[in-house]
């Protein structure tokens, strides 16, 4: 088994190289075809092929961020103590991605001060996660 290291703030972020590698391939055979004058299908396919890499990663992030809504709102509403559970509408799809790396404890207090302090930014509210949930299926 692969030992990985732990996920955290810093080192969360993922890079999609299978997606940028092919739409870098395409975009360099578009250029080449246009360079050499290769027929107007080949340049044709080619935008086309980038345009259907654009919408396949548009389509899984927000079936990412659907689920992610969805999973959140049903751990919150298991998780907050009942005075903020009729808040848990109240919270954004960005708030709610920001705070899915919480722990379970840190949930209640972390969602209360999101909404109290009206705190949009995905970057500041997980900075302020002290116990990291790791998630590494993310698209």
């Known amino acids: ?63 990412q961020d659907r689920i992610i809504r969805l999973e959140m709102r049903v751990r919150l509403g298991q998780v907050l103590p009942e005075n903020l559970r009729p808040r848990i509408a109240d919270l954004q799809l960005k708030q709610l991605i920001a705070l899915r790396f919480a722990s379970d404890e840190e949930l209640p207090e972390l969602v209360g001060k999101v909404l109290d302090g009206n705190i949009q930014d995905q970057g500041e509210i997980k900075r302020m996660v002290k116990n990291w949930q790791a998630d590494h299926q993310r698209v």
């Open 1 to 63: 088994m692969t030992e990985t290291k732990p996920q955290s703030y810093e080192n969360h972020s993922r890079f999609p190289t299978t997606f940028m590698g092919c739409a870098g391939l395409y975009l360099a055979a578009l250029l080449l075809g246009l360079l050499f004058r290769v027929d107007a299908g080949f340049a044709v396919a080619c935008v086309a092929s980038i345009f259907l890499l654009a919408i396949a990663r548009t389509y899984a992030l927000t079936l």
